[in-house]
């Protein structure tokens, strides 16, 4: 075949650069003679390999820093551990202690055996291919009430087809319908404008990081222990991580105080503090705020001129009668503080609550508080992505508007949201008193979320052992423990933890008639592990 005139120019100007390169090396110019100009014009040419010893163009000494920086211990080592030890169970039953692996790292329900909820998908499968809505077998096959929602949702689709783009923000109907939940569930109003559409609550943290993070003298105040999306985002925007303490002592409380000690000793760093993060109900620490301290926080951040970013994609899952869910927007509102008084984001997910839709990755932030030309430039970014998954935004929208009384699902949907969450507040329940029976190891309760965040207190001789191993001393207990029962948690040190302390988190996920096993394998491993390293 002939070649393309393009290809016989690219052959001698290369051949030429090669010429050009060896003379120059051979035969440096004479300090009379002009330097031949083409060599630097066209530097850009040469391969970084030539410059050092590895054979690719691209190694981890030449990446984006910030990426080496970034972690995100849920899906860390321990976890590449287990699904190697899942894959050799497979390849070889009987080889190992245990004849399956339990994963208890991740907040990632339906995974573990979690139904989604009836209604939902109904309205989802209907969406998604709606010529079925005309047909009369759908009748006996979807509830009225999936049905007319379905209707509704196709209508306010472009091209009435869940494959279309939508708005940056997401289908303007869907946001109507969010932020009409927001209003219902808060008392006061809620803008339709105001909500970005998201794949997940993660990249609309990633949004606000990018947004606010300049350089690493920005910073970040966050909760240690923390959610390692924070420290992950802050790490890959270049901004720097500001911690503030939560008190194990008072049930994770967080305190005004400590927030204060923290800013003033970012400030006296030369670090510019521009954003709060607030985890409620806590991962991985289970805590739900009073509503009094939320008050104490939204004050904290008027007066100290910080965004206040609130996570608040737990706020089902709340299991103690005595506590109850109190959004910040609400909080802030109920204070007499508006649009103009103070930075609010908030964030919610499809992934968490009672309905664990992880893999349909819908989410949103209501932006609140920011000037008209800041609010441009969210959507810009938005609009860089075109949208989130339309899929995710339809669901976000149900989460927001589940049926109501009189809806022909309402009573299946409500069993099965009843069910799922009281079934979660039993399984915290167990893990939490078996946590307390072990030698060594303190727990607080599980107020809300889908973690508990045992501290351990491990003998010097293990964490001796550790050392020798190159190890943090909860990640070598942690392996030890995948390795003897086949259990995955996640070590403290990947969450944050005050310095000397030891801690894990476990989520409590697991269908309910595994809970006793990982109740016995558990005990069973840390009585032999004590014993071991006993001083």
Same mark, same amino acid.
């Given at each position: ?413 409500? +069993? ?5 969450? $009281?079934?979660? @507040?039993?399984?915290? =329940?167990? !893990?939490?008193? *078996? ?29 001796? +052992? ?5 190890? $943090?001393?909860? @990640?070598?207990?942690? =392996?030890? !423990?995948?390795? *003897? ?51």
């Amino acid at each position: 075949m002939r070649k393309s005139a393009a290809d016989r120019f690219r052959h001698l100007f290369n051949r030429s650069l090669l010429i050009l390169r060896h003379h120059h090396h051979h035969h440096p110019p004479s300090p009379s003679l002009t330097p031949i100009p083409s060599l630097s014009r066209f530097r850009f040419f040469s391969s970084t390999s030539m410059a050092s010893d590895s054979p690719f163009p691209v190694t981890a000494s030449n990446i984006n820093p910030k990426v080496l920086k970034c972690e995100y211990a849920v899906r860390g080592e321990i976890v590449t551990l287990a699904q190697n030890l899942q894959k050799d169970l497979q390849a070889n039953p009987g080889s190992h202690p245990f004849d399956e692996i339990i994963y208890c790292n991740i907040g990632n329900p339906q995974s573990l055996g979690q139904a989604p909820i009836t209604f939902f998908r109904e309205v989802l499968a209907l969406c998604d291919h709606p010529t079925i809505l005309d047909k009369s077998e759908t009748q006996g096959l979807f509830s009225a009430d999936s049905i007319e929602r379905a209707w509704q949702i196709v209508d306010q689709i472009p091209g009435r087809a869940t494959g279309a783009y939508s708005h940056s923000q997401g289908v303007k109907g869907l946001r109507d319908t969010i932020a009409a939940g927001i209003e219902e569930r808060d008392g006061f109003p809620a803008n339709s404008d105001d909500i970005f559409m998201t794949d997940g609550a993660s990249p609309a943290v990633h949004n606000m990081m990018q947004l606010l993070l300049r350089s690493e003298s920005d910073g970040i105040l966050c909760p240690i222990p923390q959610y390692p999306l924070y420290s992950a985002s802050i790490a890959l925007h270049g901004g720097s991580l500001v911690p503030y303490y939560l008190n194990e002592a008072t049930g994770w409380g967080l305190e005004i105080p400590e927030l204060k000690r923290q800013l003033e000793a970012a400030k006296s760093k030369g670090i510019n503090v521009r954003a709060l993060v607030v985890i409620n109900p806590g991962n991985p620490t289970g805590q739900v705020l009073a509503e009094e301290n939320q008050r104490d926080i939204v004050e904290f951040c008027k007066q100290e001129g910080l965004v206040l970013l609130a996570d608040e994609v737990y706020q089902e899952n709340v299991y103690v009668p005595e506590k109850k869910f109190h959004s910040f927007k609400k909080v802030s509102r109920s204070m007499g503080y508006g649009e103009n008084d103070i930075c609010l984001v908030s964030f919610q997910s499809v992934s968490k609550g009672y309905h664990g839709e992880c893999g349909k990755r819908g989410g949103y932030m209501e932006v609140t508080g920011f000037t008209p030309e800041v609010r441009e430039q969210i959507y810009k970014v938005a609009s860089v992505n075109l949208c989130s998954n339309i899929s995710g935004q339809i669901l976000a929208s149900l989460v927001m508007s589940p049926p109501k009384v009189g809806d022909e699902s309402y009573e299946s949907f409500m +069993a099965e949201k009843e069910n799922i969450l $009281a079934s979660l @507040a039993r399984r915290a =329940k167990t !893990l939490e008193e *078996a946590f307390n029976k072990l030698e060594g190891v303190t727990c607080n309760k599980a107020e809300g979320a889908m973690y508990l965040f045992p501290q351990i207190r491990l003998p010097e001789k293990a964490i001796k +052992a550790a050392g020798t191993a190159n190890t $943090a001393p909860d @990640a070598f207990y942690c =392996k030890r !423990l995948l390795n *003897a029962t086949g259990v995955v948690v996640v070590p403290g040190s990947g969450f944050g933890q005050v310095p000397g302390t030891w801690h894990f988190r476990c989520t409590i996920l697991p269908q309910e008639d595994k809970i006793p096993a990982i109740v016995s394998r558990l005990t069973e491993f840390h009585e032999k592990f004590m014993d071991e390293f006993r001083d």
